[in-house]
């Protein structure tokens, strides 16, 4: 059976995307990224000290926080609640960042990624990953000009997406309203180079196939390569060699 989605998209069109760097003031690299009605503020913060797993090593670090505001959901949410969901989503998107950064390059010190979602309608932990490494190169960048690192140690753009089947339809780009009733939810997340780094997924009722799978990871490929082509006009003079 064909849907109609929520916001009469085709099945494999992303939601529009607006993204606006230098949000904040006092951040080392920040951006405010809307994934439709998603909004979520990335903010990247430099710190000269790492874990003491890396101390003396000459290795630095990248980590994230993730949390919602109050508000951010159609009824009021604890504020500072950090619940196994938040802890998870915090997990993912460290590791994604940590998969395109040279660490060994950074030098001994940490750079923490803080996403706070102010308006959430699907999507939240993809747009964090996308806003996440926005904020990332940035403060990267600030780094290199100030000569405390000699290269922004980027290997690869990062991008992410959710995908999934509702009523036997593919979908590219989950709104909350479809989110909260698929069949299959799947996130994925690549690099430029067309290598994963996350696949989450499950079949929210019933089972998928091997061919639904391969469905999904196409369209949620197709929807990475757009949002890879905007970091890529973007990052045109800060990242020119990739």
């Not at 916001?7 to 951040?27: G, M, S, T, V």
């Not at 069949?183 to 091997?210: R, W």
Request: hydrophobic share 40%; glycine share 10%; aromatic share 6%.
């Amino acid at each position: 059976m064909k849907v109609t989605r929520i916001d009469k998209r085709e099945f494999d069109q992303l939601r529009k995307i607006n993204i606006k760097r230098n949000y904040i003031k006092y951040a080392e690299g920040s951006c405010l990224i809307e994934l439709g009605n998603t909004k979520v503020i990335c903010n990247a913060s430099v710190e000269e000290s790492v874990p003491a797993f890396l101390r003396n090593t000459g290795e630095g670090w990248v980590t994230a926080e993730y949390r919602m505001l109050p508000r951010s959901t159609h009824t009021r949410m604890q504020r500072d609640k950090i619940s196994g969901r938040n802890m998870e989503i915090q997990r993912l998107i460290g590791r994604c960042l940590r998969s395109v950064v040279d660490l060994k390059k950074i030098g001994e010190r940490s750079i923490k990624i803080d996403c706070d979602v102010i308006q959430a309608d699907g999507g939240t932990r993809v747009a964090s990953v996308i806003g996440g490494f926005i904020a990332l190169v940035d403060s990267l960048n600030g780094l290199y000009k100030q000569k405390k690192i000699y290269e922004i140690c980027i290997n690869d753009f990062l991008g992410a997406v959710s995908v999934g089947i509702l009523e036997g339809n593919h979908l590219l780009d989950l709104a909350y309203g479809e989110d909260s009733k698929v069949d299959v939810d799947l996130n994925i997340v690549m690099k430029g180079n067309g290598e994963f780094v996350e696949l989450q997924g499950a079949a929210e009722q019933g089972t998928f196939s091997h061919k639904d799978l391969n469905k999904l990871i196409t369209l949620g490929q197709k929807g990475i390569d757009e949002i890879i082509d905007i970091q890529r006009k973007m990052f045109k003079d800060v990242l020119p060699n990739l």
